[in-house]
């Protein structure tokens, strides 16, 4: 709380404005009580104002004149600011959301399959449903699911929900050993893939899978609408998980690579 929006009437009437807390202590202790001077004669409610001012400033621990003022960060224990101590509070008031961003951004797949994941979990990529929405599509367009054909298309449909999608998260997921409920959206999948655990160069590879996912749903997407192919999902585990390795290769080091690349059967 600060005093001067608790008390802007006592503030507008100071003619102390810019005196320091420090001098009017002092002034307290020499004349034994605070003493406050105002440009005019108080009125009666200005008065309860004063004697409400002076009932909180008896509630506040005594100021120690022998430690130097000084900014303290109340989110550490050291009142020291560090970036740490600014992430760590974040964290903990902002959760999963907070650590989305680096499963998007710091992992070795190219920038813009990185930048495609992060549409989609900001709702920004363009599948049909979103384009009627923001009206580039008039609203009697079919907006089907290229893959079902059966469900309109939207973001978590056709990156998660759809069968032969979610089919293919399910084998990823089984080539890793780890059993999974499937979420209901994108967003979710991304804070469930965030609470994987594992060595460094273990999650090095686990950050690229959805990465290559998403990509391969894409394209695959694309394929249908605009080139009127005819989808395969049965092959798309299979893709991704060449995807990761040849990215790992590229990119990460030799022990890694030949792990990888052993699983994948390369
Ligand atoms: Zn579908």
Redesign the pocket.
Known sequence: MKLKDEFPRLLSLSTEKEVSLECVVQRKEGVGGWHLNFRRSLRSWEEVEVVRLYTLLAEVPPLRPTIPDSLRWLRSSSGKFTVAAVRKWLAAHHGPKLMIPTLLWGNVAPPKVQFLGWLIWKGRVKTTDFLQRIGVLNSSVSNV???????P?SLN??FL?????WESWTELLNWWDVKWVLPTAVVDLLHWWMGFKGKKIIMNIWNLVPMAMFWYIWKIRNDCIFNGGQPNLKELSESVKWRVALWAKSNLPALVTSSICSAAGI
């Open positions: 699911c290229p893959f079902c054909k059966a469900e298309e449909h056709i929900m759809c069968r032969g999608i």
